[in-house]
């Protein structure tokens, strides 16, 4: 038996199941390969695709740069135009007939949201596109709209001056005018005066547009008349023209395109123009790359001004994406040290590659998962035997015999194992059948074998017999009395069990049981209490039914006693027996024969009252000296638990008085 166990629980500690061990080798031998590959196929991959992101990029920034020249320029030649004659002709601009010319010049690219001529002398004539910003922002604005021209009489002396207003739904259909006083001087402003001091075309701004909300520049030549500096010709660029414009020539469908000027940090285009205007104290200002509302554009810029560097890569604070950062001056800059900026993220080149890496991932993972599958499904159709083996060696530790037919095996070596344990199991059930099955369960767990030996403990030991059997048995058939003496022991004994008792033997009609071994049990006085009440309860149940049935009645006698006796294996060297001695067990059977005497059924001593004398529900009988004992005790008839809700346990109808008694 030791060696048994003991085989059993060191393969306990080691056993690793098969499958496992069939799919971590599957595992470990080809999914490395697979990654090593894969790995190795993504880096040759990658650095293809990011040769080809730099050129790509090297691209867009010249497209950019070009693209912006060809945005500006042509707005530039036609100034030009206008310069030439205004410089040629003064007095023609003064007139009505040349808003005509304005507006051919405004409607001459899309970008132009104004043109206009300024003088020395302060005359000011232009005409604009309206949109809905420029209605709202003026009641006095017709809603049909869609053109205006204006002009601001020279100066005369005082620099309050009328500026005169007319609109047009479509050109020249006049729809609404009138006149309001101005005190506007474009000779005060910095473009202006940069155009006549350079004479040469001079790029202003970017600035809000005070009508719109929205940030424009504004493009200054000079007219020159005679080499004398008469005034100049002007255009506004509205910025969200611009933006579009960004917006559709990128490096890739992600990729931002700014124009800026670094030297201020003033953003000159931007693709969404709302983030570049934001109202500050009730008044407009443009944002710069460091408080735009785009997370990528500040820490790019951040990274530009810290390292110094022009193209670099970093994660995106948004969402950890990698991204390709490139900063490059425009040449000639229109006098302005604009430089293109281009944010693209590198998952729109090597994405796809990505994503065929992902999904071959997926793929492998897939067919490794159903490898594995298949190799746990095999493994598991060989390995299950074994763990049913196994599973059953466990449970004889509990003594739970499972009584289920198991399939044979067809693989020989588990098949010669599973007959090995049927017959170990069939010799410990039978081997439980003779000994305390608390004894097996300590004897298999420990290992240790039985020898002789005793030890004295406090324990509470119960004599359970039967009324005139002798005389029953004699008018019964030995077939019948076997039947019921059969049921007999059984109830008794599964009380008993029930409420962790062990059986010691049954004494031909008799049963001798007791708490307290082979495991300790602090309550094993109330819990032998209970199990003798539990036997004589459903004794009577038996007695009801065996009345109805026309069968003998079996009446039960119970003695109950708590001492200190000597419990452990005794007999010889060749067959033990592990049971109580001591005088502490004479008692308990002679308790259980005064029964007879006072026609009680469950008869306890003074020590069981004075143990749990608060929990049960005892009548006092009288003080007697039973045999073997010199002194007399005090015995009592055990009639229930008394806060006890089991009808098996509860105690008679008029207990108080009883306990009163007690």
Avoid at 212 to 219: D, K, M
Avoid at 449 to 455: D, F, M, R, S, Y
Avoid at 457 to 465: E, G, K, N, S, W
Wanted: aromatic share 8%.
């Amino acid at each position: 038996m030791r060696d048994v166990s003991g085989v059993y629980q060191n393969a306990r500690t080691r056993v690793v199941r098969l499958s496992a061990v069939m799919s971590g080798l599957f595992v470990l031998l080809s999914i490395p390969v697979l990654i090593f590959i894969l790995a190795y196929n993504y880096r040759q991959n990658a650095a293809a695709i990011n040769a080809t992101l730099n050129d790509v990029v090297t691209k867009t920034k010249q497209v950019g740069i070009e693209d912006a020249e060809n945005l500006i320029n042509p707005v530039a030649a036609t100034l030009r135009l206008i310069a030439a004659a205004a410089a040629e002709n003064p007095e023609q601009f003064r007139n009505e007939t040349s808003r005509d010319m304005l507006y051919q010049a405004l409607t001459s690219a899309p970008q132009v949201d104004a043109a206009f001529v300024s003088f020395e002398d302060g005359f000011h004539r232009v005409v604009t596109r309206m949109d809905d910003d420029r209605r709202r922002s003026d009641p006095n604005i017709p809603v049909s709209a869609n053109w205006h021209s204006s002009y601001i009489d020279a100066f005369a002396g005082q620099p309050r001056r009328l500026r005169h207003r007319t609109f047009y739904d479509t050109w020249p259909h006049v729809v609404g005018a009138y006149d309001v006083e101005t005190i506007e001087d474009i000779r005060t402003l910095a473009g202006y005066q940069a155009a006549k001091a350079t004479r040469s075309l001079i790029v202003e701004g970017p600035w809000p547009n005070p009508d719109t909300g929205y940030p424009v520049i504004t493009l200054r030549y000079p007219i020159i008349n005679d080499e004398t500096f008469i005034g100049c010709a002007s255009a506004n660029i509205t910025l969200d023209v611009l933006s579009r414009f960004l917006t559709t020539h990128r490096a890739s469908s992600h990729s931002t395109t700014i124009i800026a000027d670094p030297t201020k940090g003033t953003i000159i285009a931007y693709p969404d123009p709302k983030k570049t205007v934001r109202r500050e104290s009730n008044r407009l200002e443009l944002t710069t790359l460091d408080t735009i509302a785009d997370d990528n554009v500040r820490e790019a810029n951040r990274l530009h001004s810290q390292n110094n560097s022009d193209d670099f890569l970093f994660s995106s604070p948004q969402n950890g994406e990698e991204i390709s950062a490139s900063f490059t001056r425009i040449p000639g800059n229109f006098g302005q040290p604009w430089e293109i900026i281009i944010l693209t993220p590198t998952d729109d080149f090597v994405g796809t590659l990505k994503r065929t890496n992902r999904q071959m991932i997926v793929l492998i993972a897939a067919l490794t998962g159903i490898e594995l599958v298949l190799i746990y499904f095999f493994a598991r159709r060989l390995s299950r035997p074994i763990e049913n083996i196994s599973r059953e060696l466990r449970s004889v530790e509990d003594l739970t015999f499972s009584h289920a037919t198991r399939p044979s095996s067809k693989i020989k070596e588990i098949r010669e194992l599973q007959t090995a344990l049927s017959l170990f199991e069939t010799s410990l059930r039978s081997f439980s059948c003779f000994v305390p099955l608390d004894v097996v369960r300590e004897l298999i767990k420990t290992g240790t074998p039985l020898t002789l030996g005793v030890e004295p403990r406090f324990m509470t030991v119960l004599f359970a017999d039967l009324q005139d059997f002798s005389s029953l048995a004699e008018q019964m058939t030995p077939n019948d009395l076997l039947a019921q003496l059969s049921v007999y022991f059984e109830t008794v004994s599964q009380a008993i069990a029930e409420e962790h008792g062990t059986v010691d033997k049954f004494i031909g009609d008799g049963v001798m049981a007791f708490w307290g071994a082979p495991a300790r049990r602090d309550d094993h006085v109330l819990r032998a209490c209970c199990g003798a009440l539990r036997s004589a309860r459903r004794m009577q149940q038996l007695n009801a039914d065996w009345r109805a049935q026309g069968r003998p009645l079996l009446r039960l006698r119970i003695g109950l006693h708590c001492a200190e006796v000597l419990v452990g294996n005794v007999g010889s060297s060749e067959r033990l027996s592990y049971t109580v001695m001591g005088d502490g067990v004479n008692v308990a059977a002679r308790l259980e024969g005064i029964n007879k005497t006072f026609g009680t059924t469950i008869c306890i001593s003074d020590s069981v009252v004075e143990a749990v004398g608060s929990d049960i529900v005892a009548k006092p009988i009288t003080k007697v000296q039973v045999k073997g004992r010199k002194h007399e005790f005090m015995i009592y008839e055990l009639l229930g638990i008394r806060t006890s809700d089991d009808p098996e346990l509860a105690p008679p109808e008029g207990f108080e008085k009883l306990a009163e008694m007690t």
